[in-house]
């Protein structure tokens, strides 16, 4: 039973806001102490990004797919023949071209972001049973890893999307295919080297069960490592889903993505720029940016770094 000494208000009312201001500060100055003008700068951009994306609906001028001929192939709004209804320009059907960047990089970013969690937790269970069971096991799962980085994955994508479809589930498992060998390879290499420490031959020794050892020791000694993995993984799956969109079997029209927007207007770079560089700047920034916050999660996590 609680008394008045420990009732939840006291206890809030005694550490709760000290101690939220104290751990806010603490926060502040470990963030100015690791946190370089480029990640701080990467952070903002990937939110100036992501915001609107995910609030398309609160942020877009105009529907994704409305047709306006009357005001086609018009100029971003800060030139002269441009206005500003039409802030980054139209398509050649008069479609908003910054409207469908922000519905666009809806489905690019879930398309990385799904695809990327499912490499993540099969590279990590794959390289995990590969590295702790090794003999047979090992062999068979390397085998398939090397096998999957000896093919040529766009040809192996179009095979696969030619023959299933360029459906969006399709293109989610194209590019988890893509991304599990570099998690099972890595983990694998950890694991490896966990088997020899010291914490680990003890739970074996005092009769610690394999699913035990590989769950409460070894797991959480891979976070660090598929934290850095993800993010980095995260980029190069939002560029291989805009190529697979510029060839043709990514995420089928009218239905926009920075990919296929980049596809379309690359014939009209001559007269209409914009339609094409703007996705591509906005799939360089976070890209970019992904790949900046990526290093510096390597950087923080690793502990044989003096810092």
């Not at 992501?50 to 971003?76: C, K, S």
């Not at 050649?92 to 071209?97: A, E, H, L, N």
């Not at 995990?128 to 069971?133: A, E, F, H, K, P």
Request: proline share 6%; aromatic share 8%; hydrophobic share 50%.
């Amino acid at each position: 039973m609680l008394t008045n000494e420990t009732a939840p208000s006291r206890i809030l009312g005694r550490v709760g806001l000290p101690g939220i201001v104290t751990r806010w500060r603490a926060g502040q100055r470990w963030w100015r102490r690791n946190a370089t003008l480029a990640v701080q700068l990467s952070f903002l951009a990937l939110a100036l990004v992501i915001i609107p994306v995910v609030f398309a609906g609160t942020f877009a001028p105009h529907a994704p797919t409305a047709i306006d001929l009357r005001n086609r192939l018009l100029p971003p709004g800060w030139t002269a023949d441009g206005t500003w209804d039409y802030p980054l320009g139209t398509d050649s059907t008069g479609r908003d071209i910054l409207t469908r960047i922000l519905y666009g990089g809806r489905i690019s970013l879930a398309i990385g972001g799904i695809a990327s969690v499912i490499g993540l937790i099969a590279g990590t269970l794959l390289g995990l049973i590969s590295g702790y069971v090794r003999g047979l096991v090992d062999q068979a799962i390397m085998f398939l890893v090397d096998v999957q980085l000896s093919l040529p994955f766009i040809l192996l994508a179009v095979a696969v999307a030619l023959v299933l479809g360029n459906s969006l589930p399709v293109l989610v498992g194209i590019a988890a295919l893509s991304t599990w060998p570099h998690y099972a390879r890595v983990v694998r290499g950890v694991v490896l080297t966990l088997n020899e420490r010291e914490f680990v031959v003890a739970s074996r020794a005092v009769g610690g069960g394999h699913w035990h050892i590989m769950t409460a020791h070894m797991l959480p000694n891979l976070l660090s490592s598929m934290l850095v993995l993800a993010t980095l993984s995260l980029g190069r799956i939002i560029l291989l889903e805009s190529g697979l969109s510029f060839l043709g079997i990514g995420v089928r029209p009218p239905t926009p993505s920075w990919g296929n927007m980049i596809s379309d207007g690359r014939a009209f770079l001559t007269n209409a720029p914009w339609w094409a560089v703007m996705p591509g700047i906005a799939l360089v920034i976070v890209t970019m940016a992904v790949g900046t916050i990526g290093d510096w999660l390597r950087d923080i996590t690793d502990v044989t770094t003096d810092r």
